[in-house]
């Protein structure tokens, strides 16, 4: 049996070989049907991966509360000063109300100006433990991080990031040297006890999470923040004053286990909702919510890729019905004669389908070798458009410029197999037509 | 002598849009196993159809066909199919080789379509090659059917005609191409297949070349005009 199949495959092959270039017409149509499926799904799957990978470094056992500040038509009163988001409070109450809890890390952040000497520096000047650090995959290039100690001990110390070392030190070594940070018209000098390592900012996510530079940052103990800045901080800008109050800007809880997520979820709103009502000054991101959308929106880009595809599979079998028939019409002869030596008309179609199938299955394969190109080809493109094009790649959005195609093994595997598929389908009508010719006419076609 | 094929009332008619085309009115005639029968007439008289009926290739309109005990008119495509590759080898005017096919190839195409669909063994290609050697073609085994001259075309297609020892070979003009010596070679071969036991019918139109068969049937507008032993 499967050394019959072999034989008509050779045979097919060779009464192929007798139309080379027609043969190879028909097979680039599918072949290019074939990379086509395998490029595009690994293009969708490089952007997807870079996404779920920024959804990723945020925790995916981590929610992440925010204080919002409401639209200005519910603040309260004519004050000029705003009072909204998170409190303390709240922290306690999610720690003791959140039985899964591992820890909630809470956070103050305001914009600031730093000076060192005459240079000064806008940055994000924040207030946070030592698990800051930690969740932020924040890692010390000199000097040490912020410590348990440091909270407690609420001393006017600061570490800084990279960029931020840079603009107030140049190449200096900032250790050991002072800072002063302005806040709410009063300059507090604080002494410089480490700097972070460089880290990529995180892109934005959808609506629901606004990207974060890290590399402006100046991070000094939650503790020392509220005691020398305090919760109520005024800034003026050109003529009026505004103020806000706000106790902690984010806590990003942990649960101990995926599982988690939503139950705790759903505690921490109800809480909050109960002290907060509806004035809506606080968010709640999860980002296993956003992992699962991108799943979704993965996968629905995925489908629209190949249902594209599958429109240049389709072409590629026509080019193969195409030629089958013409190819039938000129074995017309061929077919009386193997009719008459007592092919049955389950032979002849058997013979036609075995040729579509070794059109498309050749092209499927160079299809599939050409898919394996992806890389290499991604590669070239980005890197013409970078060299000899810099205008357009300045244009390009980070995603694009660092886009790594990722071939998906299924759909080399679905490419292929929809690929002779398409031959069997494609081939059926021209080997019908060929089984039912009436033999004797067959034999007469000239 | 058991018979090879037998027909009975044969009709076949044609459609051809409105007309009808009456190409056989009702032929019966017997095929005893070893007889050699030229079947001649002018064209369109029905011959040609005749004999397309006679190897399974057409079905008649109405009548009755047996062939080696089989009522043609019962058998579905695939075992009529079978009737042709195992009872029956066919030579054509026109030789009918397949031109990407060498000799060898072509001689054992008809080995393809066994019963049961067989893989090809050592022993079918040895039997091949002796077919080949048989009809003087053992050194031209690799060569293309554009390679050869219609004589040797013509044996290429008797040697497949052969390779599964059918009990009858029909030819339909075998030397309707060829020059006079080299007819007279493939009637030679023709008589000794006879001579084997190889139920022959030939259609011809050459008195010459019926005249070398032990019978003749002429035929006239789709009836049988006369039957004889020639020259008689």
């Known amino acids: 049996m499967f050394q019959r199949f072999v034989r008509t495959l050779l045979y097919s092959f060779k009464s192929l070989l007798l139309h080379k270039l027609r043969a190879g017409l028909a097979v680039l149509g599918i072949l290019i049907g074939v990379t086509a499926v395998i490029w595009l799904v690994a293009l969708g799957e490089g952007v997807s991966y870079q996404a779920q990978q920024q959804i990723k470094e945020l925790g995916a056992t981590n929610i992440i509360l925010k204080s919002v500040k409401p639209s200005a038509s519910s603040s309260s009163g004519r004050s000029f000063i705003v009072e909204y988001g998170l409190t303390r409070e709240d922290y306690d109450r999610i720690l003791e109300g959140v039985p899964t809890i591992e820890r909630a890390v809470p956070m103050r952040e305001i914009t600031s100006t730093v000076r060192a000497g005459t240079r000064e520096a806008d940055v994000n000047l924040i207030g946070c433990t030592a698990a800051w650090f930690d969740i932020n995959s924040l890692s010390g290039a000199r000097g040490r991080i912020l410590t348990d100690r440091d909270i407690e001990e609420r001393q006017n110390i600061a570490v800084i990031a990279a960029e931020t070392a840079e603009s107030l030190f140049g190449y200096e070594d900032p250790l050991g040297k002072t800072i002063e940070i302005a806040a709410n018209n009063r300059v507090d000098v604080y002494l410089v006890v480490g700097q972070t390592k460089s880290r990529m900012p995180s892109a934005s996510i959808g609506s629901s999470l606004e990207g974060r530079d890290y590399n402006q940052d100046v991070y000094i103990p939650l503790s020392t923040f509220r005691s020398r800045i305090g919760d109520q901080v005024v800034t003026s800008r050109t003529g009026s004053m505004e103020g806000e109050l706000v106790e902690l800007s984010q806590i990003t809880v942990t649960v101990g286990d995926l599982s988690q997520v939503d139950d705790a979820s759903d505690i921490i709103e109800i809480l909050l909702e109960k002290y907060h009502g509806s004035k809506g000054d606080f968010s709640v991101t999860i980002p296993m919510e956003l992992l699962k959308q991108a799943e979704m929106l993965r996968m629905m880009f995925n489908v629209l890729l190949v249902v594209i595809a599958g429109i240049s599979l389709f072409v590629g079998g026509i080019g193969i019905m195409n030629i089958m028939l013409a190819t039938v019409t000129e074995r017309t002869r061929e077919i009386g004669v193997r009719r008459a030596m007592g092919a049955s008309q389950t032979d002849i179609i058997e013979q036609f389908l075995a040729e579509t199938m070794v059109l498309s299955g050749l092209g499927g394969i160079a299809g599939v070798v050409c898919g394996f190109l992806c890389r290499p080809a991604n590669f070239g493109v980005l890197w013409v458009i970078e060299n000899w094009l810099p205008e357009i790649w300045r244009s390009l959005p980070p995603t694009i410029q660092q886009l790594q195609p990722i071939i998906a093994p299924w759909s080399i595997i679905a490419a292929f197999c929809i690929s002779v598929g398409v031959g069997v389908v494609f081939g059926l009508y021209p080997a019908r037509r060929a089984a039912l010719m009436d033999p004797i006419e067959a034999l007469r076609h000239e | ?232």
């Not at chain 2, 008649?60 to 042709?84: C, F, K, M, Q, W």
């Not at chain 2, 219609?150 to 599964?164: E, T």
Request: hydrophobic share 40%.
């Open chain 2, 1 to 232: 002598m058991e018979l090879a094929g037998q027909i009975d009332d044969l009709h076949k008619y044609y459609y051809l849009g409105n007309q009808v085309v009456k190409a056989l009115r009702g032929v019966t005639a017997e095929f005893p196993g070893g007889d050699f029968v030229a079947i001649m007439g002018s064209s369109g008289s029905g011959k040609s159809t005749l004999l397309n009926v006679l190897g399974g290739l057409d079905r008649p309109t109405s009548g009755r066909y047996v062939i080696a005990g089989n009522d043609v008119s019962t058998l579905t495509d695939h075992e009529l199919s079978a009737i042709r590759n195992k009872l029956i080898g066919f030579i054509f005017q026109s030789y009918n080789l397949i031109s990407q096919f060498t000799v060898l190839e072509n001689i054992r195409m008809p080995l393809s379509y066994r019963p049961d669909r067989p893989p090809m063994t050592r022993e079918d290609i040895d039997w091949c090659t002796e077919l080949a050697l048989q009809v003087g073609l053992g050194d031209r085994l690799d060569h293309r059917p554009h390679q050869l001259s219609g004589g040797q075309q013509q044996r290429v297609a008797i040697a497949r005609a052969l390779v599964n020892g059918p009990a009858i070979i029909l030819a339909d003009e075998p030397t309707g191409n060829l020059d006079s010596s080299t007819s007279a070679e493939i009637i030679e071969i023709l008589n000794r297949l006879n001579a084997e036991g190889r139920t022959i019918i030939m259609v011809t139109h050459e008195p010459e070349i019926a005249r070398e068969a032990k019978r003749q049937i002429y035929m006239k507008d789709g009836l049988i005009a006369g039957d004889g032993i020639f020259p008689g």
